[in-house]
């Protein structure tokens, strides 16, 4: 679901309702939420960063795989897509990457609340040898 409007007012409206929130945001509507661990720099010597990126500039952002972000005390942590996030920033800020078409429109994000708690009652057995 694209947001327009206000995004956390909007997310935290959808968690209530549905214990959880499927967006799809621009890269100015997540930097309005002031992620937290959010960041994975642009080490040059990170291959899995820059393959990202060079995918990004030859298709495009594919949102398939939704970025995993908890809701924790008013605040929203990235928990899973780091990475891909920090690659689609680099790429929509250059400028001839995007000078015939836009790389990166909306990413989907996954919101829930907190960490997931509950565990499948299968994986409460114990190990034996």
Avoid at 45 to 66: C, Q, T
Avoid at 92 to 105: D, H, I, T, Y
Wanted: aromatic share 8%.
């Amino acid at each position: 679901m694209v947001i327009k409007g206000k995004v956390k007012k909007s997310i935290r409206k959808q968690i209530r309702h549905q214990g959880f929130a499927e967006v799809d945001l621009t890269l100015d509507q997540i930097q309005k939420l002031h992620l937290i661990n959010d960041d994975r720099g642009m080490d040059r010597e990170n291959e899995r960063f820059w393959k990202l990126v060079r995918a990004i500039r030859d298709h495009g952002y594919a949102s398939s795989d939704p970025l995993r972000i908890f809701y924790l005390d008013d605040s929203f942590v990235l928990v899973d897509g780091g990475h891909r996030l920090t690659a689609a920033r680099k790429v929509a800020e250059e400028w001839l990457s995007n000078l015939f078409r836009e790389k990166v429109n909306y990413i989907s994000c996954l919101v829930t609340e907190g960490p997931l708690q509950d565990v499948s009652d299968n994986d409460d057995r114990s190990l034996t040898a």
